[in-house]
């Protein structure tokens, strides 16, 4: 074997090597392990008490964290065949950018940066657990759905927040005082928070009709549109289970009938033709 061969091979045992350590479920892990430590950690710092006495601790703490993850990127980064093989995934950009950030945003100028980076690195549980990234890649495919419902329920925002504003801006301005103060109003009903208490009632003491108004736009806003929300992302998230399932065994025992069916039609024609 000449020495450019072996020059050739060792890279790719390497490379084959790291392959295998990134992949083990106890490198995935304690990856996870120390995602969850990091989280652990920024919780702990929201005790002024005590980041004050350990600041030193939690700065020491948060700088081999921060080391530890880069290692495990450039890892992952040599285990793939081409660097922008790594790229083509983009959770691993994800990774590599939160990862990143730690090292540009460094400096005292960037404190409050530093610590939202910190509580940001949570989200990596996200990409190093297929569970949850399958999850995920379901919400996603719901945003297509998700745009139509949305323009609908825009289309009802603004015809209730006109309508209100003309019906009570007298009566309740600092509900339908304007189109944005009405469209605020709007929000918090629809989100059923107070809404009777807070908004209906005090209207209806003066305008006894007004709960027709909001009877309405809570059947309309609420109980439609948002199960019209529910229903695509439930959609989404069972087709993407269902894209990952083996087939079911009823469908096997049909296709293995079928296959049968066949293989005994084909010993026919044959037996017929050397007859």
């Given amino acids: 074997m000449s020495e450019k061969t072996k020059q050739q091979k060792k890279p790719s ?7 295998q350590l990134v992949n083990h479920k106890y490198f995935t892990g304690t990856v996870l392990g120390l995602i969850m430590f990091n989280a652990i950690v920024v919780g702990i710092e ?5 980041y004050q006495s350990y600041k030193e601790l939690f700065f020491l703490i948060d700088k081999a964290l921060i080391w530890i993850f880069t290692v495990e990127i450039i890892l992952r980064m040599i285990a793939e065949r081409k660097l922008s093989d790594f790229f083509k995934n983009s959770w691993n950009w994800f990774d590599f950018l939160i990862v990143a950030a730690g090292h540009i945003f460094i400096g005292a100028h960037f404190v409050t940066v530093l610590r939202i980076l910190r509580v940001l690195r949570v989200f990596r549980a996200i990409s190093v657990l297929p569970s949850l990234r399958k999850l995920v890649d379901a919400l996603l495919l719901t945003i297509p759905a998700l745009g139509n419902i949305m ?5 009802i925002f603004y015809i209730f927040a006109v309508t209100g504003t003309m019906l009570f801006a007298e009566v309740a301005p600092e509900y339908f005082g304007s189109l944005q103060l009405a469209l605020l109003t709007l929000f918090q009903v629809v989100t059923l928070e107070s809404w009777a208490s807070g908004v209906m ?21 609420t109980f439609v ?5 529910i229903g695509v992302i ?8 269902a894209a990952d399932r083996p087939q079911e065994p009823d469908q096997l025992a049909e296709l293995r009938n079928e296959v049968k069916e066949l293989k005994q039609l084909i010993i026919n024609m044959s037996s017929q033709k050397s007859k």
Avoid: C
């Fill in 13 to 19: 045992n390497l490379r084959h090597q790291i392959n």
């Fill in 46 to 50: 929201t005790y002024p008490t005590i």
């Fill in 151 to 155: 323009l609908l329920m825009s289309i």
């Fill in 201 to 221: 009632w005090p209207i209806f003491h003066q305008l006894p009709w007004a709960w027709i108004y909001f009877v309405l736009f809570v059947l309309l806003g």
């Fill in 225 to 229: 549109i948002f199960n019209l929300f």
């Fill in 234 to 241: 439930v959609s989404n998230v069972e087709k993407a289970d």
